[in-house]
T-cell receptor, first 113, second 115 residues
């Protein structure tokens, strides 16, 4: 089955700097890669996703890149702000089993003022 | 309006007791899930229902029994609670049809503490 590894587990960046979180997946059949943000006391919320037929996707300060050959995908947050502090999860799933999404272990991002 | 709501938010109980967590979604989704988040924040799927039919049942003790009276509700009943059941339980929903890339919508979780 699919296995998703996520690094780093914790990340602290200065406000205004960029943050990068990296994930690798094992199942070459995976073709949908969502990213979720979990704030304290709340459930995870989708912030951006990418499909395997796309190499990069951007939404304001957030971008995701996908390297299918290497089975890597990454989340990039630019111009970080205090409200970006949260736990971020990458995930992967396949077209044929869209109901089963495998999550990475999470990255706790802290933004230093 | 809350899209996925689960109750209670906190649940403190003793070992051996039986408890239930309720979940309702008003998004018109046809697939609902239960996830368990342990103390290290790891998210693991437990169950998934599509139109009241169980479609995913991960390796979960028989003490956990989901029930879906209709596609907008998915409840989780836990018998004979153990210390290791302490965690945050998240309900989620999605369109979840095979072949569709439908994101999960999570509730805000139920923090279960077994003493």
């Amino acid at each position: 089955g699919e296995n998703v590894e996520q690094h780093p587990s914790t990340l602290s960046v200065q406000e205004g700097d960029s943050a990068v979180i990296k994930c690798t997946y094992s199942d070459s059949a995976s073709n949908y890669f969502p990213w979720y943000k979990q704030e304290l006391g709340k459930g995870p919320q989708l912030i951006i996703d990418i499909r395997s037929n796309v190499g990069e996707k951007k939404d304001q300060r957030i971008a995701v890149t996908l390297n299918k050959t290497a089975k890597h995908f990454s989340l990039h947050i630019t111009e970080t702000q205090p409200e970006d502090s949260a736990v971020y999860f990458c995930a992967a799933t396949t077209y044929s089993s869209a109901s089963k999404i495998i999550f990475g272990s999470g990255t706790r991002l802290s933004i230093r003022p | 309006d809350t899209a996925v709501s689960q109750t209670p938010k906190y649940l403190v109980t003793q070992m051996g007791n039986d408890k239930s967590i309720k979940c309702e979604q008003n998004l018109g989704h046809d697939t609902m899930y239960w996830y368990k988040q342990d103390s290290k924040k790891f998210l693991k799927i437990m169950f998934s229902y599509n139109n009241k039919e169980l479609i995913i049942n991960e390796t979960v003790p028989n003490r956990f029994s989901p029930k879906s009276p209709d596609k907008a509700h998915l409840n989780l009943h836990i018998n004979s609670l153990e210390l290791g059941d302490s965690a945050v339980y998240f309900c989620a929903s999605s369109h979840g049809m095979r072949g569709s890339f439908s994101p999960l919508h999570f509730g805000n979780g139920t923090r279960l503490t077994v003493t």
